[in-house]
């Protein structure tokens, strides 16, 4: 199956720093990619959708200024949290939309737990 | 705007035993998934449903899909241990930008007890 791969898959950071997750698509090419967050004992909140060679779209209520998102190409999306909170701790999922003959379906990184201090 | 609700949100099951999650989804979906995810794990994919009447079936799982009553459901037979994980489903759409997305049901945490 197709495989979307996150890193780093955990990470620890100080109020006020800046984290960078990546997420690739291991074996095909991604037009879209989507970052979602998931609060503890919560469902997947979708941020924002990442379409490679064009800015990003939003969700209502997701800081775009805070939560910078790169997709330099068909395989590499990128999120940028800023200026870190502890409130910002949380676990985000990336994933990856793949077409492949009738339908299509979103294949899942598998997750980066951010802890800021 | 999709809004997606499961129920039951917890599900406490004998080995053995069947039972059904019930997703309902509340405008046209494009497709209806449906995820497994184990603690401290992401998701993994279970079902995609594409039209009414859908079935599909993978071991223990069965899923299918009503349109016209915007109903999905998740059957499990006979369950064991391994199948304890939380399930979600979620409906495909197109958002008012053009892309698609998927929008998540909350999730029904399943426990099979001896």
């Known amino acids: 199956g197709a495989v979307v791969s996150q890193h780093p898959s955990r990470v620890i950071c100080k109020s006020g720093t800046s984290v960078k997750i990546e997420c690739r698509s291991l074996?095909?090419?991604?037009?879209?990619m989507f970052w979602y967050r998931q609060f503890p004992k919560q469902s997947l909140m979708l941020m924002a959708t990442?379409?490679?060679?064009?800015?990003?779209?939003?969700e209502q209520g997701v800081e775009k200024d805070k939560f910078l998102i790169n997709h330099a190409s068909l395989t590499l999306s990128t999120l940028t949290v800023t200026s870190a909170h502890p409130e910002d701790s949380s676990f985000y999922i990336c994933s990856a939309r793949r077409l492949a003959g009738v339908g299509d379906t979103q294949y899942f990184g598998p997750g980066t737990r951010l802890t800021v201090l | 705007e999709l809004k997606v609700e499961q129920n039951p949100l917890f599900l406490s099951m004998q080995e053995g035993k069947n039972y059904t999650i019930y997703c309902n989804y509340s405008t046209t979906s494009d497709r209806l998934y449906w995820y497994r995810q184990d603690p401290g794990k992401s998701l993994e994919s279970l079902f995609v449903l594409l039209s009414n009447g859908a079935v599909k079936q993978e071991g223990r799982l069965m899923a299918s899909l009503d349109t016209k009553a915007r109903l999905s459901t998740l059957h499990i037979t006979a369950a064991v241990h391994d199948l304890s994980a939380t399930y979600f489903c979620a409906g495909g759409s197109y958002s008012g930008a053009g892309s698609y997305q998927l929008t998540f049901g909350k999730g029904t945490k399943l426990s099979v007890i001896p």
């Open positions: 074996d095909f090419q991604a037009t879209t």
């Open positions: 990442s379409n490679e060679g064009s800015k990003a779209t939003y």
